[in-house]
């Protein structure tokens, strides 16, 4: 159907030659001439949001890590612990739904406050810690993150499961930067991780978003 008169225009579209392939669509060089071309497609394909709204113990991840994808982002934004200070930790869980072994994590973790420069360095712990002394307070931004992870599904190599982070947030009102990394030191074929338990060290979750993409292309 072509534009109003009232539009006052006067152009012509040239369609290819060519006929459409599958999932195919139009494209204009500016000049009507029209081609078919790929659909435009991200680098990120969001695969899960969670909103926490009340206070809970801890949240699980639906089952995101498959052989679809290497490696994800995860942004959690404006997590809120229920008591003042306390610090952001994850875990993997296994197809079945069992917390992946407890003495495998291995960490680094950097943090810059008002009281200076910090590091905390774990072997064989039984969590991940991203973040220390988050404030409860709403008003001081409470913490918010970018977690990269890495995971080679069921491969049996001992560093397929990866990850690190960077992120800000508030203590007692002092501006507070954290990032880290590390690896998970067990055998993937044998209990291969598909969710993620984010959660505080001391009381609940107050309030947090997440959102989880698949990170696509030649990764």
Same mark, same amino acid.
């Given at each position: 159907?072509?534009?109003?008169?009232?539009?006052?225009q006067?152009?012509?579209?040239?369609?290819?030659s060519?006929?459409?392939?599958?999932?195919?669509?139009?494209?204009?060089?500016?000049?009507?001439?029209?081609?078919?071309?790929?659909?435009?497609?991200?680098?990120?394909a969001l695969?899960?949001?969670?909103?926490i709204?009340?206070?809970?113990?801890?949240?699980?991840?639906?089952?995101?890590?498959?052989?679809?994808?290497k490696? #994800?982002?995860?942004?959690?934004?404006?997590?809120?612990?229920?008591?003042?200070?306390?610090?952001?930790?994850?875990?993997?869980?296994?197809?079945?739904?069992?917390?992946?072994?407890?003495t495998?994590?291995?960490?680094?973790?950097?943090?810059?406050?008002?009281?200076?420069?910090?590091?905390?360095?774990?072997?064989?712990?039984?969590?991940?810690?991203?973040?220390?002394?988050?404030?409860?307070?709403?008003?001081?931004?409470?913490?918010?993150?970018?977690?990269?992870?890495?995971?080679?599904r069921?491969?049996?190599?001992?560093?397929?499961?990866? #990850? #690190?982070?960077?992120?800000?947030?508030a203590?007692?009102g002092?501006?507070?930067?954290?990032?880290?990394?590390?690896?998970?030191?067990?055998?993937?074929?044998?209990?291969?991780?598909?969710?993620?338990?984010?959660?505080?060290?001391?009381?609940?979750?107050?309030?947090?978003?997440?959102?989880?993409?698949?990170?696509?292309?030649?990764?």
């Open positions: 159907k072509s534009p109003p008169h009232s539009a006052g006067s152009y012509t579209l040239t369609f290819p060519t006929a459409p392939a599958s999932n195919k669509m139009l494209q204009t060089d500016g000049s009507g001439n029209l081609s078919f071309v790929d659909a435009p497609s991200g680098t990120h695969l899960e949001a969670i909103n709204s009340s206070q809970v113990s801890h949240i699980d991840t639906s089952a995101f890590i498959s052989s679809t994808y490696s #994800y982002l995860i942004i959690g934004r404006m997590f809120r612990p229920q008591d003042n200070a306390t610090n952001i930790r994850f875990r993997g869980i296994e197809v079945g739904g069992s917390l992946m072994n407890s495998n994590y291995n960490y680094q973790q950097l943090y810059v406050n008002n009281g200076g420069v910090g590091r905390n360095y774990h072997s064989s712990a039984s969590y991940v810690q991203m973040a220390d002394t988050i404030s409860s307070s709403v008003d001081n931004g409470a913490g918010n993150f970018a977690l990269y992870f890495n995971c080679d069921a491969t049996g190599s001992d560093s397929a499961m990866t #990850y #690190y982070w960077q992120g800000g947030g203590t007692g002092d501006a507070v930067y954290f990032a880290g990394g590390g690896w998970y030191d067990g055998i993937i074929s044998n209990d291969p991780p598909e969710k993620l338990r984010f959660y505080f060290d001391n009381g609940n979750i107050y309030y947090g978003k997440l959102a989880i993409y698949g990170i696509t292309g030649a990764l």
